[in-house]
């Protein structure tokens, strides 16, 4: 069945990656809109039929940052609609708001590729994957845990909806901007930079065929792939 998987992404560095090339290899229709612009540039819930929220370099609980709440209001929507919403680390966090968890400050970043303890390694792989978060959620009530780290919840399922901690979309071509980024603005050791980018494969590619297997695992849970 095609549909529309509409990505809300955060800026021009928070790109769909290979989850919307994956969305567009299962026949989907890929929307792509910018969160950060306001409830002005926000789709309509009805016109979603799966939501995938990106990341973000903002903390979803900064309440001076004014475009969280709109977004909120989105994807409080579309649970409520019963859309299905998938969430990447800061749109993870976001779900796990919506659906009654709790976003805080992590005992400790987790920035570069780690393996993670999965409950459900058929749904969420081991890894690596690769992290970037200093804020971590709780698994909502009448969610199920999928995976963790020594130090914080790495996903949870919750019906039809999905948030993860880590970055599923990565390849080497979204990640370098991001560490030229946050060298610049002194929040990335160079140890931890090599880290981020020694952990592509040659060709420049992340953990492919472990995404395939979690976004495969989303849709067919939201009942969209036969």
Do not use: K, N
């Amino acid at each position: 069945m095609s549909t529309r998987v509409t990505f809300l992404q955060h800026s021009e560095l928070d790109v769909p990656g290979v989850l919307g090339r994956l969305a567009r290899d299962s026949g989907c229709e890929v929307r792509v809109c910018r969160a950060d612009g306001g409830a002005s540039s926000l789709p309509t819930v009805g016109s979603i039929g799966v939501l995938v929220v990106l990341g973000s370099d903002a903390s979803v609980t900064d309440a001076s940052v004014p475009w969280i709440g709109p977004e909120r209001s989105l994807v409080a929507g579309a649970v409520a609609g019963g859309v299905p919403v998938l969430g990447v680390c800061f749109g993870g966090q976001l779900l796990a708001q919506v659906l009654g968890g709790e976003v805080t400050r992590a005992p400790e970043a987790e920035i570069g590729w780690r393996e993670v303890e999965s409950l459900d390694p058929s749904r969420i792989p081991p890894g690596p994957w690769l992290e970037w978060h200093e804020d971590t959620f709780t698994a909502p009530p009448g969610s199920a845990p999928l995976a963790r780290t020594g130090a914080c919840l790495q996903a949870f399922v919750s019906g039809v909806h999905t948030g993860v901690q880590f970055h599923p979309e990565v390849t080497s071509e979204i990640v370098g901007p991001w560490v030229d980024e946050a060298r610049e603005r002194g929040r990335l050791r160079p140890d931890q930079a090599r880290e981020l980018m020694d952990g592509f494969d040659a060709h420049g590619r992340g953990p492919e065929v472990a995404t395939a297997r979690l976004f495969d695992g989303f849709l067919r849970r939201a009942s969209y792939v036969p």
